[in-house]
């Protein structure tokens, strides 16, 4: 089992730039893909961006690309979400989440992921 504990978020305005992290603790981290997904208020869950365990591959959303990356740090046990561009649809909440899995390609579905952290707040004014 790996706890997520989640850091960073609020407010910012258009064309600013947030730094999302994602601890983990528990079992081996390096075994783990790591997911960012995101909520706004009256929709569905999203994908946004996703690395596999290796941080050999990373998939993300078409919304996002060019704009957001996604790194980790093993040494920290840390995953990282750098969102620079911001525009006001990137609003929502934010939730890191974990998946045991050395797939080449991590998931962007997040019915396969098992552990997800608690959720952070981005807000971002035009």
């Known amino acids: 089992q790996v706890q997520l504990v989640q850091s960073g978020g609020g407010l910012v305005q258009a064309g600013g730039s947030l730094r999302l992290s994602c601890a983990a603790s528990g079992r081996t981290f390096s075994d783990y893909a790591i997911g960012w997904f995101r909520q706004a208020p009256g929709k569905e869950r999203e994908f946004v961006a996703a690395?596999?365990?290796?941080?050999?591959?990373?998939n993300y959303a078409e919304s996002v690309k060019g704009r957001f990356t996604i790194s980790r740090v093993y040494a920290r046990n840390t995953v990282y979400l750098q969102m620079n561009s911001l525009k006001p649809e990137d609003t929502a909440v934010y939730f890191c989440a974990a998946r045991l899995s050395h797939d080449w390609s991590p998931p962007v579905a997040s019915a396969e992921y098992d552990y997800w952290g608690q959720g952070t707040q981005v807000s971002v004014s035009s």
């Open positions: 690395i596999n365990w290796s941080a050999s591959n990373t």
